[in-house]
Nanobody, 125 residues
């Protein structure tokens, strides 16, 4: 069982930055992922982290703007979001589970078993 606690969402103008945090309150996971869901849309993968080797993977829509990282001493995974766009507006969730393929953790929503409560990110133009 993995319990996750998220923080760091908020409202910013386009071009701004936010950092989301996800702390593993209990349990561990080889793969950690960040996902998002906009109103009326399906939940989609944003970024994953293979915690053992710190290999990272990004969706095309955020590559070059977002950075996933971890602080093992704090059991925390971060998502640094720069150059934010209005289309980044969504509820953001961190998750544990997934699987490793080719040295990277996947971003298949259905393969992640444990989810945080979500944190809202709103980007205005």
């Amino acid at each position: 069982q993995v319990q996750l606690a998220e923080s760091g969402g908020g409202s910013v103008q386009a071009g701004g930055s936010l950092r989301l945090s996800c702390t593993r309150v209990t349990g561990n996971s080889v793969c950690m992922g960040w996902f998002r869901q906009a109103p009326g849309k399906e939940r989609e993968g944003v970024s994953s982290l293979y915690t053992r080797y710190t290999n990272t993977y990004y969706a095309d829509s955020v590559r070059g703007r977002f950075t996933i990282s971890q602080d093992n001493a704090k059991n925390t995974v971060y998502l640094q979001m720069n150059s934010l766009k209005p289309e980044d507006t969504a509820m953001y969730y961190c998750a544990a589970g997934g699987y490793v393929r080719g040295g990277y953790c996947n971003l298949d929503v259905k393969s992640y078993n444990f989810w945080g409560q979500g944190t809202q990110v709103t980007v205005s133009s």
